[in-house]
């Protein structure tokens, strides 16, 4: 496996600007305008949180740890910005990806198992034909360009704390920020490293618990004054940087030279996230998603 990010296939051809990333989706969006209008699905994000859930679904059925549900979930993504969703039945692809990140993180799970576990997850859509899995499977690792190695957050977060403990909870919460963070496209915005900064920075400013909407945003500001603050003054509590536990984050944050405007940005992406995470239902994404794919008969090819 690629041990360096820096030279890691995620880095050189799945890591993109907003800008850069927009313009991948631009054509696929222009050539389906069509099908898009014909039927609607929430945005991006609420459609991705439904994928987790389904992921994770069928992860607790397989047994898998976290790691192999992030790759699936990465996998998805980078799927789906090269394919239509609705060209596709999205649960066949859920399992699919998981199969795949099963044996990309070393606790592979035998097809026959994955379908048969799916299949008593989503009865309706997916059926008891393994080859289907595997033609899906085929259609995956070619989009994906055959480049499957992911390195995620979670080993910069166990690194950090050599230099910087933390608390269970502390870390309990930075864990579960990572995994929200999958909901967006910082995956493939900013390297692993930048993440698990940002879910620090968030839990320390929190001092721990879940995070509120109107939290992250004081944070979010935070993260901006203090990147300039931390810079000249080495995180002395110049500009009015909160003292104590938070001052002691963004002193070893200074010291580590890490990019204070991809953190600011990564916090403000999850900000955005949580509020919108409000307007999410369950059952609007099921039926939205059921909608087109018994009306194209994607239900049949699983």
């Known amino acids: 496996m690629a041990a360096n990010y820096w030279a890691s296939t995620q880095y050189r051809h799945w890591s993109f600007t907003r800008q850069e ?7 696929l969006e222009t050539k389906e305008r069509s099908l ?27 047994q898998l740890r976290q790691q192999a549900q992030a790759t699936a979930q990465i996998y998805v993504r980078r799927y789906y910005s ?42 309706d859509f997916v059926g008891s034909d393994s080859s289907k899995l595997g033609e899906c ?16 957050p ?8 050599a230099e910087f403990p933390l608390s269970t909870d502390e870390v309990a919460s930075a864990w579960a920020v990572i995994n929200d963070h999958y909901l967006t496209d910082l995956p493939m915005l900013y390297a692993p490293h930048v993440i698990a900064v940002t879910a620090i920075f968030l839990v320390v400013a ?19 004054s203090l990147g300039t603050a931390s810079t000249s003054t080495g995180a002395s509590g110049a500009g009015g940087a909160p003292a104590g536990r938070l001052q002691e984050w963004m002193m070893w944050v200074a010291q580590s030279e890490v990019d204070m405007e991809a953190v600011t940005d ?19 994404c099921k039926e939205q998603i059921a909608r087109f794919v018994k009306a194209r008969g994607l239900d049949k090819s699983a």
């Open 154 to 161: 979670y080993r910069t977060l166990s690194d950090i704390q």
């Open 82 to 123: 090269k394919v239509e969703v609705r060209r596709t039945n999205p649960y066949l692809v859920l399992a699919t990806a998981l199969y795949v990140a099963a044996k990309m993180e070393e606790c592979p799970q035998h097809i026959r198992g994955v379908v048969n576990e799916a299949r008593n997850a989503w009865p």
């Open 266 to 284: 990564c916090t403000q992406e999850l900000v955005s996230l949580y509020e919108v995470w409000e307007q999410y239902n369950e059952r609007t």
């Open 36 to 62: 898009i209008q014909q039927y609607p699905l929430p945005e991006r994000r609420l459609l991705s949180i439904f994928f987790r859930e389904q992921i994770t679904k069928l992860g607790r059925r397989l």
């Open 137 to 152: 499977e085929f259609s995956l690792i070619a989009e994906l360009n055959s480049q499957l190695i992911v390195h995620h």
């Open 206 to 224: 929190l001092k721990a618990g879940a995070p509120s909407v109107a939290s992250l945003k004081a944070s979010a500001s935070s993260v901006a």
């Open 21 to 27: 990333l927009a313009a991948v989706r631009r054509p």
